[in-house]
């Protein structure tokens, strides 16, 4: 450490740079007073009792995780099938569908917004809901099939030949080999899935209507208008949400099984 | 008496490759069969076919003389040993082992006893509750035999089992599959492209060339009769001569003596040339004679060096007469 002072100091420039704006507004949710002010006036916890109570912000909150739950099993509803047909199946034209189904990533979000709200909501008159569960599964399966993919491509082919050769028929060898093999890899799809939907506000914002609003869209109206830590207090819950996610991630499966391998 | 695994003409195409042409093959009951070649030679093709894994394109596989053809794998109650072991990376290694014996409904006290019992004849009774992760090569080599032979397949397969393992492990393995075949006498076919494997452990070996045929019986009667000179070169003899009035032989250098000058021949075909490379091996040296356009090894306790003019004594009986021309098979080789 001494002896590299310049890669120190450039560490805890990126660390700050990274956890300053965070710890602010952490900060700034604590406080006492009534506009955000860097440091806080005072201490208290008022914002949050009245994050808490403020319908707009616990019924968006509702509405985000309905929409990323339910955007997150479409996508592994998919993306794992699809997974497994890329990499293990013999269909023609596997690269194809691989390029059509990574597409998402390339399409900006707003078109893929417009397209649904004019195909689905105008169109089929799909509730905003559902149009938003859609919308974000489009989102995801990306992540579905990549995530899920990598750890499939890790997995040695000959499992399935090995549990088929003991007498598991196809549908025992996939369910007691295949899936819990697999099971660490979409799991971590589908944590990265949930909170790529829960953050997610470009799609969102063209697809929320009136009483179907998802939290950072409310969010985002809410600081149009008001100046208050109400906003700070929200992101810091939604932060310790995050790490909860990350925790409970850590002792189930652990971090390296998820991103590592 | 039915034979666990017959094989009657069966062929096997990938698009215009034919990986395996028109192969009869029956495999003893109770024995031990290596299928030797070179690689692609259509091993592990045959192999595959006969486990279910591959349907034949052509031809009929029966096993215990019923029609197999088209039963899938988990119906031909086969034990088959990976090259890559194949463990269950989410599953221990007792219940690595009891997967089988769970598939086919066993009493939870008939898998526990069974499985206790496979451990213990790989010697691993010790690693039971250990995951596949947490084992040496040879380790995991140990737990995918016990895996196959638990459910006492009516055959087991091994795919090159030993091609992961170190040199000395090889050898050591080798003896302990010899005695696990022993001890339960399972039908084994093993898949192999080391002919020392082959030779230490094989009933019936079994010879590949381009997909087909080539040679069959027991170490002891094909090693000193090799039929082609592709059998011959292939089980490491190194002298191919035409010697006259013999036609073309094979020989092994052991049994060809040289001769510096002045030492008289007992008796024997003769041939006059130099040394043009000596190699000594502590109790003889290896002698490498040019003699006319042809290389002979031979060995010999004189003092021999290069540029010496030596003769080589080739003694009529040990002399192997190859055939003029060994059918060779049109197929794989072209295509390829
Ligand atoms: N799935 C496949 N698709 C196309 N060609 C194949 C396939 N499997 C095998 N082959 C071809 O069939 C031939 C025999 O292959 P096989 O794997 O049986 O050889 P092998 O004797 O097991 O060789 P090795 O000792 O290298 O394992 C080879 O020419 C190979 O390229
Ligand atoms: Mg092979």
Not at chain 1, 94 to 105: D, G, Q, T
Not at chain 2, 203 to 215: K, W, Y
Request: net charge neutral; with cysteine.
């Amino acid at each position: 450490m001494r002896r590299r002072p310049l890669l120190t100091a450039l560490c805890a420039l990126a660390y700050l740079f990274m956890l300053g704006p965070i710890l602010l507004v952490v900060a700034v949710a604590f406080s006492g007073g009534d506009t955000i002010h860097f440091p806080p006036e005072g201490l208290s916890l008022k914002w949050f009792g009245k994050a808490l109570s403020q319908h707009s912000f616990t019924s968006a909150l509702g509405t985000s995780v309905l929409v990323a739950t339910g955007a997150t099993l479409l996508a592994l509803l998919v993306g794992v099938p699809l997974a497994l047909a890329v990499q293990r199946g013999r269909l023609p034209g596997r690269r194809v569908i691989e390029a059509l189904c990574l597409s998402p990533i390339v399409v900006p979000e707003l078109v893929v917004g417009l397209a649904l709200y004019q195909q689905l909501m105008v169109g089929l008159r799909v509730t905003a809901l559902g149009t938003l569960m859609i919308g974000h599964a489009v989102l995801l399966i990306p992540y579905a099939v990549r995530v899920t993919g990598a750890s499939l491509a890790m997995a040695d082919p000959m499992l399935e030949e090995a549990a088929r050769g003991l007498g598991a028929g196809p549908v025992t060898a996939f369910f007691r080999v295949t899936l819990p093999v697999l099971a660490p890899g979409i799991l971590s799809a589908g944590l990265l899935s949930f909170i790529t939907s829960f953050n997610n506000v470009p799609l969102s914002l063209l697809l929320t209507g009136p009483g179907t609003t998802t939290l950072p869209v409310e969010m985002l109206h809410y600081v149009e208008f008001s100046f208050d830590p109400v906003v700070a207090a929200v992101s810091t819950l939604l932060l310790a949400l995050t790490v909860a996610v990350a925790v409970v991630t850590e002792r189930l499966i652990g971090f390296n099984k998820v991103f590592g391998r | 008496m039915v034979n666990p695994v017959e094989l009657d003409g069966v062929t096997r195409e990938f698009g215009g490759v034919t990986a395996v042409q028109d192969l009869d093959l029956t495999v003893p009951e109770g024995k031990f069969t290596a299928l030797l070649g070179p690689s692609g030679c259509g091993k592990t093709t045959t192999l595959r076919m006969i486990a279910g894994y591959l349907a034949p394109t052509r031809g009929r596989i029966l096993l215990d003389g019923a029609e197999a053809t088209r039963l899938p794998p988990e119906r031909r109650n086969l034990g088959m040993v990976f090259q890559s072991y194949a463990l269950f990376p989410h599953l221990t290694v007792a219940k690595n082992v009891a997967f089988g014996l769970r598939m086919r409904k066993a009493g939870r006290e008939e898998t526990r006893r069974r499985v206790g019992e496979a451990l213990e004849l790989v010697g691993l009774s010790h690693l039971a509750e250990r995951r596949p992760r947490e084992l040496s090569g040879g380790q995991q080599q140990r737990v995918a035999l016990a895996r196959a032979i638990v459910i006492r397949p009516s055959v087991l397969l091994l795919d090159e089992p030993l091609s992961n393992l170190d040199a000395r492990l090889r050898v050591q393995m080798r003896q302990e599959l010899l005695n696990v075949q022993r001890e339960t006498g399972v039908t084994a076919v093993l898949v192999t492209h080391d002919q020392d494997e082959a030779l230490e452990l094989a009933d019936l070996m079994v010879i590949l060339r381009d997909g087909r045929l080539e040679q069959l019986g027991h170490p002891r009667d094909v090693f000193p009769a090799p039929a082609s000179r592709f059998v011959a070169e292939f089980l490491g003899y190194e002298n191919f001569l035409t010697v006259p009035g013999h036609g073309p032989v094979t020989i092994r250098p052991e049994y060809v003596r040289v001769l510096a000058a002045g030492e008289e021949p007992p008796g024997g075909t003769l041939l006059s040339g130099t040394a043009a490379r000596v190699t000594y091996r502590g109790t003889d040296c290896l002698v490498a004679v040019r003699a006319g356009d042809q290389t002979v090894l031979g060995t010999t306790a004189a003092e021999i060096r290069p540029g010496d003019e030596v003769r080589v004594l080739l003694p009529g009986d040990r002399l192997i007469h190859l055939p003029e021309n060994a059918p060779v098979p049109a197929t794989a080789g072209d295509t390829r």
